[in-house]
């Protein structure tokens, strides 16, 4: 299939470029866009055929549920139950943006989207070209990240291209994503929020919106064989680079140095910018993913360095921890998903 690259310069719905990108989200087609937090791969949510395709072209397991992108959180009545207390405060407060929250489902919204399940995600992008392609298309856009499957999720049309040309029908190129890692995914239940995937909207900021706000222990914890996952994109291993990861906590000193004789022995080093310095800054194995005062810079980087240790012939990387506070949180979760939980102390 040939894909078609297209780079707009104007976030105008009505712009030649999005109105070709909105018929081919109409005609069932595929179509790459960027948000703010990383690249999605969309379709029109309300083509069961059409999102079939989405899992074809990622290599995505059938039992792993799309989220639904729509403009506004009006629309949210029309794909799902929104009589849950929480759902005006939230959406008043944190839409557009990057939060995702699962509801009871209508019957409006195809199987292939939900893969049977009672409930859909829903979020509403604040990119002003995920809104444009969507006002375009004029149907809500189900769109999971647009890497292959297991891969870290794409922050740049170049890593869109490098996983996705050839398989899909278009790539929108908007640059850099801000945020860097994928929304916040919620479910409101009677109990209150549960925080299933941490992200930009960050737990200490649902906080300001209820007491009750549940960390789903899948968030920092490896799922055992036995749990049923709240949410089916827990079970995967993700954010993966081609070799294996290990995060290593411990003393600033014991880690440089178990660091630098890791290095001697050919192995990747995926530090802070601090470390650079320390370690050789030029040496071809060392990455850094932000400063460690940093947390969002560590969010806008982290998926980036990932992908850049598939083109180093590394067979064993060791990554540094970072905090699990605030923003901290959901850069953890997904470092630690890249390592498959497994972690050493020094
Ligand atoms: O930032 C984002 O959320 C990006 C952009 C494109 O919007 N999308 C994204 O989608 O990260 P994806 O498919 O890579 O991750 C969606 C997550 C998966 O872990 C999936 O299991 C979960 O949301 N999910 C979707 N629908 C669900 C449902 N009904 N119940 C439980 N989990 C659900
Ligand atoms: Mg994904």
Do not use: W
């Not at 990554?319 to 949180?329: D, E, I, M």
């Amino acid at each position: 299939m040939n894909t078609q690259i297209i780079k707009p310069s104007l976030m105008d719905p009505n712009h030649d470029d999005f109105l070709r990108a909105g018929v081919l989200i109409r005609e069932g087609k595929l179509v790459a866009f960027p948000t703010e937090t990383v690249y999605g791969l969309g379709a029109n949510a309300l083509d069961g055929n059409a999102c079939d395709k989405i899992f074809e072209a990622k290599g995505r397991p059938h039992d792993n549920p799309l989220i639904v992108h729509v403009l506004n959180p009006e629309e949210f009545d029309n794909y799902c139950e929104t009589d849950h207390p929480l759902f005006p405060v939230l959406a008043k407060r944190f839409m557009p943006g990057p939060l995702t929250i699962i509801l009871p489902k209508k019957n409006t919204i195809p199987d292939s989207v939900t893969v049977g399940l009672n409930t859909v995600a829903l979020r509403c992008p604040s990119h002003p070209v995920a809104r444009a392609l969507i006002e375009a298309a004029g149907v809500p856009i189900a769109a999971p990240s647009a890497n292959l499957s297991g891969k870290p999720s794409p922050t740049t049309a170049e890593h869109v291209i490098a996983d996705m040309n050839g398989r899909i029908d278009m790539i929108i190129d908007g640059g850099c994503a801000d945020v860097g890692l994928e929304s916040t995914v919620i479910s409101l239940k009677d109990d209150g929020i549960h925080l299933l995937r941490p992200g930009f909207v960050t737990y200490e900021d649902l906080l300001t919106v209820t007491d009750q706000v549940i960390i789903s222990p899948a968030v920092l914890e490896m799922l055992k064989s036995t749990d049923r996952p709240e949410s089916p994109g827990m079970k995967y291993r993700h954010y993966a680079p081609e070799a294996s990861v290990t995060m290593v906590s411990g003393r600033e000193e014991k880690v440089i140095d178990f660091f630098r004789e890791k290095l001697s022995k050919g192995c990747g080093i995926l530090c802070f910018d601090e470390d650079l310095e320390l370690l050789s800054a030029n040496h071809p194995n060392v990455l850094s993913f932000g400063s460690k005062y940093d947390l969002a810079s560590q969010a806008n980087r982290l998926f980036d360095a990932l992908r850049s240790f598939d083109r180093i012939d590394v067979k064993e990387i060791y990554a540094r921890q970072t905090s699990t506070h605030a923003l901290g949180l959901a850069i953890s979760n997904r470092l630690l998903r890249a390592c498959a939980f497994k972690q050493i102390e020094v």
